[in-house]
Structures are given as structure tokens and as C-alpha cells.
């Protein structure tokens, strides 16, 4: 279900994105294009790319928290490999740790 909604959010995302980049801030955009066809109008075009994008703003929202509602959340913890060889490694022996000198070296020992 999580994925099926991310998936939902990416189109209209993208579908946002193309509408917003249709419009033109000075009024033009895609309804000067349509000026001088019958199909729409000039002003109808410009209301329907507004609605549009209102719309897919507010989809986008919705998509959203629906989704942090439904993200799949684990049951049980899960442990990363450090943490696996922490607990595998049983009591802490300190004969076990390898012996560094300590001492620094003179200049006469080398």
C-alpha cells in the first residue's frame, strides 16, 4: 500500500510540475497559445490550469499524510552487524586484548 502511494505522489508531483510550468505568470503561458482557437478560450484555460494546480496541490497533501499514516513500520528491531558481533562476543576479558608496549622508544634502541 506504501508503495502504491508513493507511486501515486511521484505522478502528481510530475503532473504539478508541468501544469505550473504551462502557466506564465504574466497571464500568457498556455492561453495565449489557445487565443485563437475555439477550443477553450483564453480565460477558461487559465481557470482550468488554476483548478489544476489547486487541486494537485491539495492531492499532494493528502497523498502525503495517508502515506506517513500507512508507512510500514517494524515489529521487531532489527540489528545491524555491529551489533550482532557486540552481543556475540560475550563477557569482556581483558587477558584476551593483545599486549602493546607502552613505552616510547629512545633514541640509543633504535
Same mark, same amino acid.
Given at each position: ?8 505522489? !511521484? @505522478? +502528481?508531483?510530475?503532473? &504539478?510540475?508541468?501544469? /505550473? ?38 492531492? !499532494? @497533501? +493528502?497523498?502525503?499524510? &495517508?502515506?506517513?499514516? /500507512? ?9 545491524t552487524r555491529i551489533e550482532k558481533q557486540i552481543d556475540n562476543q560475550g563477557t569482556f576479558d581483558p587477558s584476551a ?14
Amino acid at each position: 500500500m506504501f508503495i502504491l502511494i508513493s507511486v501515486i505522489i !511521484l @505522478l +502528481v508531483c510530475l503532473l &504539478l510540475l508541468v501544469v /505550473v510550468l504551462v502557466q506564465n505568470s504574466k497571464g500568457g503561458g498556455l492561453a495565449a497559445n489557445f487565443s485563437g482557437s475555439q477550443i477553450m478560450g483564453v480565460r477558461r484555460t487559465a481557470d482550468f490550469l488554476e483548478k489544476a494546480t489547486w487541486t494537485l496541490a491539495t492531492a !499532494l @497533501l +493528502v497523498l502525503s499524510i &495517508l502515506a506517513s499514516w /500507512v508507512i510500514p513500520k517494524g515489529e521487531e528491531k532489527t540489528q545491524t552487524r555491529i551489533e550482532k558481533q557486540i552481543d556475540n562476543q560475550g563477557t569482556f576479558d581483558p587477558s584476551a586484548l593483545p599486549n602493546i608496549p607502552t613505552d616510547v622508544p629512545t633514541e640509543d634502541e633504535e
